[in-house]
């Protein structure tokens, strides 16, 4: 009984352990890919721009106009639009020099076209379903920072063509956004190897636990049942049961009288 007893019990860790590694596991891979949409949307864009190196400083809208490209975009799942590509040429002053450069809303889009043909360089990329509604997007942008229109933004001083009107993504953006899901990545990561190891440690437990069988009922005893009678045999064969010899001085239990004949 305590052998039985004690495997339920393993038998009941290692069904909780081998669930409980479940749940983290799946914890540990959803934080795994947080970390790696982090990294490719926010990271991604901020290192390979330096946008944390960006400085502030005052531009002026010189020039803007549609280069007549029609970009086209994914608007989500089996989502295709386009919209019309606007470029926007700027200039700024810096230590008493005049520059010019070509603006981009964000780091992100600076990523995407800054290397791009002039017909491709769009100031903005605004991408929803309706290319219609894209298209009033991109001219109301127009219309905020049309030429003469001064605002502040931001260069690098080792590519001082490119400037962006807006960072995306901070400092404190990235380094929180990298920090969380890779501390929550390695706990729940720890957690599912060790749920992992206390669900095989379990397993072998049951299994060194030997396995109690009940007894067998008791077979019937000699004497309860009459044997049967061992077959007749004449000149080594075996005779059949024969029926038992009739009486032939029986008495007639009508008359009295014998049944034998005299005559």
């Not at 072998?204 to 636990?209: D, M, P, Q, R």
Request: proline share 6%; with cysteine; hydrophobic share 30%.
């Amino acid at each position: 009984m305590h052998d039985d007893r004690e495997r339920q019990a393993a038998v009941k860790q290692a069904g909780w352990c081998c669930s409980w590694a479940i749940v983290f596991g799946s914890f540990a891979a959803c934080c795994a890919v947080g970390l790696i949409v982090c990294g490719v949307v926010i990271t991604k864009p901020v290192v390979e721009t330096k946008s944390l190196e960006f400085q502030e400083t005052t531009c002026t809208t010189n020039q803007s106009y549609l280069t007549g490209r029609n970009i086209g975009c994914g608007c989500g799942k089996n989502c295709q639009s386009n919209y019309p590509c606007l470029r926007m040429t700027v200039t700024y002053v810096v230590n008493n020099a005049t520059i010019d450069g070509v603006l981009f809303d964000t780091e992100q889009r600076l990523n995407n076209n800054g290397g791009s043909a002039e017909n491709e360089q769009c100031v903005t990329a605004p991408c929803q379903r309706d290319a219609g509604q894209n298209s009033r997007d991109v001219l109301n942008f127009n219309d905020t920072y049309a030429p003469g229109t001064s605002y502040t933004c931001l260069y690098h001083p080792d590519r001082p063509g490119n400037v962006v009107l807006t960072r995306l993504f901070t400092w404190d953006a990235m380094f929180h956004s990298m920090l969380w899901t890779s501390i929550f990545t390695f706990i729940f990561a720890v957690l599912f190897f060790y749920c992992l190891y206390k669900c095989r440690e379990a397993k072998n437990k049951v299994a060194s636990i030997p396995v109690t069988i009940p007894p067998r009922a008791p077979g019937a005893q000699p004497g309860y049942f009459l044997p049967q009678p061992p077959a007749y045999s004449e000149g080594g064969q075996s005779m059949g049961m024969q029926p038992p010899p009739q009486n032939i001085y029986s008495n007639d239990t009508k008359t009295g009288y014998s049944n034998y004949n005299y005559n």
